[in-house]
């Protein structure tokens, strides 16, 4: 049933509208027309406003004709960059769609839109019974889930939610993600002449240094990891570096864990500014929760129902990122991601088969049925 040309020229069409987060508002346009066309009542709420970007998430309502579950598809907006001036390619030989290599492809998160929007296509060109549909395209999903998080929920209520955001090819589930913690710290030391009298100086890349080399970082067990992403301080060779500012992170499945990850290299940070006479401020914020969802969930079952349909075995896995399937989680809503085949996603080798864009499509119109 699917129009397999119309759900590539889609996907090709959506790639080469610019929408780097934060500037969403070409593409919001075109999908709440697109949205509007099949047939769903849209609106646009007011996430934009909250954080600074050029529109809010896309929410659309798709009017059942049965009884059943509400079911919700969602995907994001947003890409990385460079993800402007897009110019996908069509490699026919291996059966994929690539960038040129100057920019990602896109296909983070618009290959997952394409597959939404087929979906509903089919199941109005089709006749096809089915209780009610929600829909949101997220704004500002990379680099904060912003949109999820400034999600006006009053305007959805779903039974079970279904992410289309996830690597891995159609078949993938996946029911469990880590919460994050960001840790901004801010090292004061003192200045001084470092050819002259460096011993008067106190240097804040030393006491970071002397922090991180306690600390323990990147992997730590199966289901928690920690890093120092950011590092930006200093004023000129000459001068013993006065102040350092770091931007850090900690994640992991099981809250515990976390906060202890994150109390851990916090107090690394405080034990090295006190022995070497520098001031440490820090700051931490919870970004999501996390979730886990057992096998024996009942959206778990319908995802694995959908996919056999189409002939593909579903299976359960866990992911070390965080996506609005948290954030939806959090907020009371059942929620799942699911693979929709992306491959080298935030990179300039960024590729999608051709294969699981369909198959993703596929796998929403088996949903709607089966919920």
């Known amino acids: 049933m699917i129009n397999n040309q119309r759900l590539i020229d889609e996907f090709i069409e959506l790639v080469k509208i610019d929408s780097p987060s934060s500037k969403e508002g070409k593409v919001a346009k075109v999908l709440v027309e697109k949205l509007e066309a099949i047939g769903c009542e849209v609106c646009i709420d007011n996430a934009g406003e909250k954080v600074g970007g050029e529109t809010g998430n896309v929410i659309a309502k798709l009017k059942g004709n049965r009884e059943g579950k509400t079911v919700l598809f969602s995907s994001h907006m947003d890409t990385v960059s460079p993800g402007e001036g897009i110019k996908p390619i069509i490699d026919e030989a291996n059966g994929i769609i690539k960038s ?29 019974d089915h209780a009610d549909i929600e829909v949101v395209f997220s704004i500002w999903e990379e680099g904060g889930l912003f949109g999820a998080q400034y999600l006006d929920y009053s305007k959805v209520s779903p039974d079970f939610a279904f ?7 159609p078949g993938e589930i996946i029911t469990k993600a ?9 090292i004061k030391g003192k200045p001084a002449h470092a050819g002259l009298q460096p011993e008067n100086g106190v240097s804040a890349i030393m006491v970071a240094s002397k922090a991180i080399e306690n600390m323990k970082l990147l992997r730590i067990d199966e289901e928690t990891t920690a890093n120092i992403g ?14 350092l500012k770091i931007v850090a992170e900690a994640r992991s499945l099981e809250i515990p864990k976390l906060e202890a990850q994150t109390n851990h290299m916090v107090e690394e940070f ?7 006479g520098a001031e440490v401020i820090t700051k931490v914020t919870r970004c999501y929760a996390p979730f886990k969802l057992e096998d024996s969930e009942e959206i778990v079952a319908l995802a694995k129902k959908a996919f056999a349909n189409i002939g593909i075995e ?13 954030v939806l989680n959090g907020n009371g809503i059942k ?10 996603a935030h990179t300039l080798e960024e590729y999608i088969a051709i294969e699981d864009i369909i198959n993703s499509s596929r796998a929403v119109v088996e949903i709607i049925k089966e919920a």
């Open 178 to 186: 880590p919460a994050q913690d960001k840790i901004e710290v801010i």
């Open 270 to 276: 405080k034990k090295a500014g006190e022995e070497m």
């Open 335 to 344: 929620a799942i991601n699911l693979g929709i085949g992306m491959k080298k």
């Open 230 to 243: 950011i590092v930006n301080g200093g004023i000129a060779t000459n001068i013993v570096m006065p102040e």
């Open 100 to 128: 040129d290599g100057t920019t990602v492809l896109g296909s983070d998160d618009k290959a997952g839109i394409a597959a939404i929007l087929e979906a509903l296509r089919v199941i109005q060109e089709n006749n096809i």
């Open 163 to 169: 992410v289309l955001d996830s690597g891995g090819s």
């Open 314 to 326: 579903g299976y359960t896995a866990s992911t070390g990122g965080g996506s609005d399937t948290n």
